[in-house]
Nanobody, 128 residues
């Protein structure tokens, strides 16, 4: 059975940092592009950042550019999301999703139904 598992969420004060990780069982995450999504209360789920299978190409939502960094370690089949200068509006459940595509392509933030696998999410709360 395929499972994506997110970890690293928690409670952090504004201006703080967290590092989320996405790992997988039942598949080699290194064979997929990955996107981090988030779902905040009262809002629609939105794409935050994507990384290609090779790690050479990345994409960010405007709201997180300059604060978040996506990376991957294919030897460990893990994708990370380093989140710095966190703001209360970053509070959300963060999900990673795997997308089968060409090695250097970053998946779209739209067309969520096209994603092959999803994790169950990790909660990030930014509050003083």
């Amino acid at each position: 059975q395929v499972q994506l598992v997110e970890s690293g969420g928690g409670l952090v004060q504004p201006g703080g940092s967290l590092r989320l990780s996405c790992t997988a069982s039942g598949l080699n995450l290194a064979d997929y592009a990955v996107t981090w999504f988030r779902h905040a209360p009262g809002k629609e789920r939105e794409g935050v950042s994507s990384i290609s299978m090779t790690g050479t190409n990345t994409k960010y939502a405007d709201s997180v550019k300059g604060r978040f960094t996506i990376s991957r370690d294919n030897a460990k089949a893990t994708v990370h999301l380093q989140m710095n200068d966190l703001k209360p509006e970053d509070t959300a459940i963060y999900y990673c999703a795997a997308y089968s595509t060409l090695p250097t392509m970053t998946p779209p933030f739209t067309n969520e139904g096209r994603y092959d696998y999803w994790g169950k999410g990790t909660l990030v709360t930014v509050s003083s």
